[in-house]
């Protein structure tokens, strides 16, 4: 009865955007997932649909982490700006902190202004798998929970413009990847790339359940050698929600972030102190 009554609120609370799978068992697990969020705080307010935003995102999670509290939620990279801003960079970590990220997977935005502000103003995980440097403290190099495992490979490709001091890159890990395969782990592999370099074959999906994709900015699903590549678009304009099975199977939805979605204010309220310090008010 209990569960009834949190999910007659939940849809109530969601008006039309209903976040329930066509079908669930108790065993299901969920994953949601964003990627590309560019530092949007908020929306763009040009007028375009969908508009996105964290603070709306934070609203959807909120809504269904309040029925699935164990849902797995990640972010797969450029969820800063693509150039320094200080500021800004500051405020988005502040913001998706308070969405309790299971974890980010760091992409090359995220070193553009040098990886310790990251770590400095982001309190949770951080998942890199294929980079190494310093022992890289305030990291995790994969995440295991139950029956799912989690890794995150970055394409040499993305550091063309940025620098990794210190760093390096092992391009080794998508074969490793391919070489653990296990049938009672299901992978999900984060990409962050392109989705041609997948085409291409030069990131073998092989031993993989499921590709998300970040850095390319498409949105949808598209299957390489019969392995979902899940791509999350831009902006924040979308999330994606993933139902897995105890078998392995899977449900993926796109959900858009549209205005009739109401934004958080504790997220408002992170945009407006930036709006005063930049004297934009
Ligand atoms: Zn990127």
Known sequence: MK??????????????????????????????YTANINATLQNCGCGKIPLGGID?????????????????????GDFL???????????????????????LVPGEHEFVAGFEMVKQHFEGNLLLSNIRWNE????????????????????VGCFERIDLPGGRINPDLINIISDQRSDSVYDIVVYHGSLNHIFEGSFDVQ??????????????????????????????EQIVIITISERFE?????????????PDPAVVRISRQLDQEMGRN
């Open 250 to 262: 899977t449900e993926i939805r796109h959900i858009k972030i549209t205005e009739r979605i109401k």
């Open 3 to 32: 569960n009834y009554c949190y999910r007659y609120i939940f849809i109530t609370l969601l008006g039309m955007f209903s976040l329930a799978p066509a079908t669930e068992t108790p065993s299901d697990r969920y994953v949601i």
């Open 136 to 155: 890289n403290p305030g990291t995790i190099s994969e995440y295991l929970t139950g029956n799912l495992r989690f890794r995150a490979v970055i394409d």
């Open 207 to 236: 031993g993989a359940g499921m590709i998300l994709l970040a850095h390319d900015q498409y949105s949808g699903v598209q299957y390489v050698s019969g392995v979902p590549v899940v791509g999350a678009g831009k902006d924040g």
């Open 81 to 103: 700006n693509s150039y320094p801003f200080p500021e800004l960079n500051k405020a988005t970590l502040n913001a998706l902190d308070r969405l309790m990220y299971t974890f």
């Open 56 to 76: 709306r995102i934070k609203t959807l999670v909120d809504s269904f982490r309040a029925v699935h509290p164990g849902v797995i939620l990640l972010d797969g």
